[in-house]
Nanobody
């Protein structure tokens, strides 16, 4: 059964860090491009970061997170990690991961996780 499961969300103070994981089952995540997205209440879903499949390995970031977030693969765990540093009050959202057989910019996201909540508050 193909499945993506996000974990690592929680409550953090402004300026703090969180490490989100997107763990796959039923397939090898390294063969796919992976994207992280977020959706805050009342807002549209937005792309946060993407990583191409292992042959390319290119990374793409939204301007709002460049220099603060890092996407990487943990192939031993069949996962993709989103390291989020210097979290800001505008970062809270439900964070989702998704996979694509095609690399950016031609991605087509066919499977999504259920999301993990990130809250930034003092």
């Amino acid at each position: 059964q193909v499945q993506l499961v996000e974990s690592g969300g929680g409550l953090v103070q402004p300026g703090g860090s969180l490490r989100l994981s997107c763990t796959a089952s039923g397939f090898t995540l390294d063969y796919y491009a992976v994207g992280w997205f977020r959706q805050a209440p009342g807002k549209e879903r937005e792309g946060v970061a993407q990583i191409a499949n292992s042959e390319g390995g290119s990374r793409y970031y939204a301007d709002s997170v460049k220099g603060r977030f890092t996407i990487s693969r943990d192939n031993a765990k069949n996962a993709v990690v989103l390291q989020m540093n210097s979290l800001k009050p505008e970062d809270p959202a439900i964070y989702y991961c998704a996979r694509s057989e095609s690399d950016p910019p031609l991605t087509e996201w066919d499977y999504w996780g259920q999301g993990t909540q990130v809250t930034v508050s003092s």
